[in-house]
């Protein structure tokens, strides 16, 4: 039976369970879209939400509440500026977990977890990236000859 169990330790101490849940969450708010195991995502989803809550309303108080969480000074202001109000609508549900099937080396199930809005990048901004590059290859050759 599984009474009475908060949550999932995931089989690691208390210290590297913290460190661990800290980066992914940092991770998330950074790219907004990451990679991982579905036990780790299901564990990490209860504290990025609450984060996500409290950047709705962007006080002092809650700042320094996130602080205690997330150690980088500009994904704490990215969360605040940027995630937050764009959250402000949503009364819940602010992240998404979608499998992706299961790990190579451990047959873990693997799952995409990502910000509920979050949008894939555009195809023309990678094709601009891939113009540059081939325009460095055409001085680089030129430079050459």
Do not use: W
Not at 55 to 63: E, L
Not at 116 to 124: F, N, T
Request: avoid cysteine; glycine fraction near 4%.
């Amino acid at each position: 039976m599984n009474h009475k169990n908060g949550f999932n330790p995931l089989s690691r101490t208390t210290a590297h369970r913290r460190a661990m849940s800290r980066n992914m969450v940092t991770s998330l708010f950074r790219y907004e879209r990451i990679t991982t195991t579905e036990a780790k995502a299901k564990e990490v989803r209860k504290a990025a939400e609450k984060l996500i809550t409290r950047a709705k309303v962007d006080s002092v108080h809650n700042r320094r509440i996130a602080a205690k969480f997330i150690a980088d000074e500009k994904i704490l202001n990215k969360l605040f500026t940027e995630i937050g109000p764009r959250m402000k609508d949503r009364n819940g549900g602010y992240t998404r977990i979608l499998k992706l099937g299961f790990r190579q080396g451990d047959a873990a199930d693997t799952v995409i977890f990502e910000l509920v809005d979050y949008k894939l990048p555009e195809a023309g901004a990678e094709d601009a990236k891939a113009s540059k590059k081939s325009a460095k290859k055409a001085e680089a050759e030129k430079a050459e000859a």
